[in-house]
Structures are given as C-alpha cells and as structure tokens.
C-alpha cells in the first residue's frame, strides 16, 4: 500500500480564494506528480518534481496554480483565485526517480469550489 | 487522439464468477502499462504493470493481465471475484513520463 500523505482530505473554497494541498511522498522516492481527477473520471497531469526542480508542467499551472516541493518539507500546491471549474480530487503520487516508472498515489484533497 | 481506450465503462458480475476488463491502448513506442484501482473515497492503487517479457503479468489480490502487441491490448483477468474487488479500475499508459489513463471501468460484484 502506498504511503504517500496528502492534506487536507477535504477542502472547501469560495470562488477566488486561495487552496492549499499538501503532499509527502514516500520516503525515498525522489520524484512527485500532481494529478487532477475531474468527476468524470478525466485525469489531468499538472505538474511533477524531481527533489526542488520542476521536471514538466502543463500550462494551466503557469497562471493560476503554483507548486512546489522545498526541501525537508511537504509538497504543495496552491490555487491563487480559485474557480467553480477547479472542484476535483487532486491527487499527488510519487515514484522512486525518473526512471523508474511506477508512480504511487496518496489519497488525494478533494477540493469543492462554491 | 484517445491513448488508452476501455470500452467497457459498467461491468456487473456476480460473486465467485471470473472477470474480464478491456483495455486497449495507441503508442508507437515501448508500452509501459499499468492498472490502478480506485475504491470509493480512496487514491488509486497500483495493481500490475507490464515493461516488458512475459505478456502475462501477476499482480496483487489475484489479478492478473495479458500484454498483446498485435492487438494493442492489456486485459485484466481474474479467476474469481469477491464483493471487495468492486471499484474503478483504470488502465494506464505511461507516456513521455507522465500517465495517461484511460476513462475507467465500474466494477460491481453481486452477491
């Protein structure tokens, strides 16, 4: 079972207000995802890490969403002025370095935009 | 253009009955494929994967899945399911290092 820790489970924001997620990645592994599961099941790669670096990112998270992985901390990742369109389960994963190609997901932060 | 297709968005088996779930896939290169499952409320969970060799692959809690080149496919199989195993299952392609999924498969198991 992965052991990869997000929080909070649940978040609830008003339209254009900031959301926060936090993300720790199984010990050892190196490399972070964030995903975002719509409630269609669509799954959108945003954004992934190797220790402090920003490897890919979509451009969605260049504008609205900032990310980041500092060291000896959690993973994050925020929504500056959040939007109806941005209610989803976000899910982060981690995977033991680049090439390794399995990728284990934690819980995920359900986050409701009202 | 769709990298990972499931066609079978419902599937409905009773207890104890064997269980097949399609999964088809488009890439040129090496396939690195994957399924997860995904339990109510929950993150996804790794099943199997599939990089290369043996076209049957083993994976946890009984599953297993059969790699097909000329057919662009990776079925799931089980030889006997448990009202446990009711979930999404969603096939997985690894892609330019991030996973593409497919649009997932609801499983319910009647007793």
């Known amino acids: 079972n992965s052991k990869v820790i997000q929080t909070p489970r649940y978040l609830v924001k008003g339209q254009g207000q900031k959301a926060k997620m936090r993300c720790i990645p199984e010990?050892?592994?190196?490399?972070v995802f964030w995903y975002q599961q719509n409630k269609n099941n669509e799954f959108k790669f945003l954004i992934n890490f190797q220790n402090q670096e920003v490897l890919q990112q979509i451009d969605m998270t260049e504008k609205r969403f900032s990310a980041e992985c500092p060291s000896n901390s959690p993973c994050s990742l925020e929504i500056q002025s959040s939007e109806a369109g941005d209610s989803a389960l976000y899910l982060c994963a981690s995977s033991p370095g680049r090439s390794s190609y399995e990728q284990y997901f934690g819980p995920g932060t359900r986050l409701t935009v009202l | 253009a769709q990298s990972v297709t499931q066609p079978d968005a419902r599937v409905t088996v009773s207890e104890g009955a064997s269980l097949q779930l399609r999964c088809k896939y488009s890439?040129?290169?090496?396939?690195?494929l994957f399924w997860y499952v995904q339990y109510p409320r929950q993150g996804l969970q790794l099943l199997l994967k599939y990089y290369s060799g043996d076209p049957v692959v083993q994976g946890v809690n009984g599953f297993e899945a059969e790699f097909s080149k000329s057919n662009s496919s990776f079925h799931l199989r089980k030889a006997s399911v448990h009202w446990s195993d009711s979930a999404v299952y969603f096939c997985v392609l690894r892609r330019a290092g991030k996973l593409t999924f497919g649009d997932g498969t609801v499983l319910t198991v009647k007793p």
């Open positions: 010990k050892g592994h190196p490399v």
């Open positions: 890439y040129s290169g090496t396939p690195y």
